[in-house]
């Protein structure tokens, strides 16, 4: 597998390689241990890095987030030979942690059209920075979400973003929806 390019995210702690092929096609898989890595051979393989704390692959990248103490061109330097190394068959791992909500979703039009926004507005932006979210749940107009990738620790997130999507929920789809971060 070879890495093309590697980008920032606006995550201090976390770095984005896009790759040449996909590593979740169709999907994205979140690990965020080594034990839930143990089915994914490259997972596997990034967490021996030391300072890795969690890893994200969306279609044909992968986010590395590092803890405050990681020595970056370290983490870079291994990382990036493990994924050069790495010649896995693309098929997308069943068992990360791209789980399904864990909230209660009502099953409503207005959760139909949440999601479209969310899919064509919001999952795109994100993606771009290496991240993405989870729905855990939509109940009383109420969205929950769980940041994923470099999203998932980001100081950005954890507040800007999170009014950006209830703001463009709120314009798009009906001024009384709430967005909370799980």
Same mark, same amino acid.
């Given at each position: 597998?070879?890495?093309?390019?590697?980008? $920032?995210?606006?995550?201090?702690?976390?770095?984005?390689?896009?790759?040449? *092929?996909?590593?979740?096609p169709g999907t994205s898989q979140e690990f965020n241990s080594p034990a839930e890595a143990q089915k994914d051979d490259l997972a596997k393989q990034l967490f021996e890095v030391p300072g890795i704390t969690?890893?994200? @692959?969306?279609?044909? @990248?992968?986010?590395?987030?590092?803890?405050?103490?990681?020595?970056?061109?370290? &983490?870079? *330097?291994?990382?990036? #030979?493990?994924?050069?190394? @790495?010649?896995?068959?693309?098929?997308? &791992?069943?068992? %990360?942690?791209?789980?399904?909500?864990?909230?209660?979703? #009502?099953?409503? #039009?207005?959760?139909?059209?949440?999601?479209?926004?969310?899919?064509?507005?919001?999952?795109?932006?994100?993606?771009?920075?290496? %991240?993405?979210?989870?729905?855990? %749940?939509?109940?009383?107009?109420?969205?929950?979400? *769980? @940041?994923? %990738?470099?999203?998932?620790?980001?100081?950005?997130?954890?507040?800007?973003?999170?009014?950006?999507? #209830?703001?463009?929920?709120?314009?798009?789809?009906? $001024?009384?929806?709430? &967005? *909370?971060?799980?």
């Open positions: 597998m070879q890495v093309l390019r590697v980008e $920032p995210t606006p995550n201090p702690h976390a770095i984005k390689f896009v790759l040449d *092929r996909s590593l979740a969690s890893l994200f @692959y969306n279609d044909n @990248y992968v986010t590395v987030t590092m803890n405050s103490d990681a020595d970056w061109h370290e &983490v870079y *330097r291994q990382a990036q #030979e493990k994924i050069g190394a @790495y010649e896995g068959d693309g098929e997308a &791992v069943e068992d %990360g942690v791209a789980a399904p909500a864990t909230g209660e979703i #009502e099953d409503s #039009e207005e959760f139909a059209r949440v999601q479209a926004v969310l899919q064509q507005r919001v999952m795109p932006a994100l993606s771009a920075d290496g %991240g993405g979210l989870q729905i855990m %749940g939509f109940k009383d107009k109420t969205l929950t979400i *769980r @940041y994923q %990738g470099a999203c998932g620790s980001c100081p950005s997130a954890i507040s800007g973003t999170l009014m950006a999507i #209830e703001n463009l929920l709120r314009a798009e789809v009906d $001024p009384d929806i709430s &967005v *909370r971060s799980a």
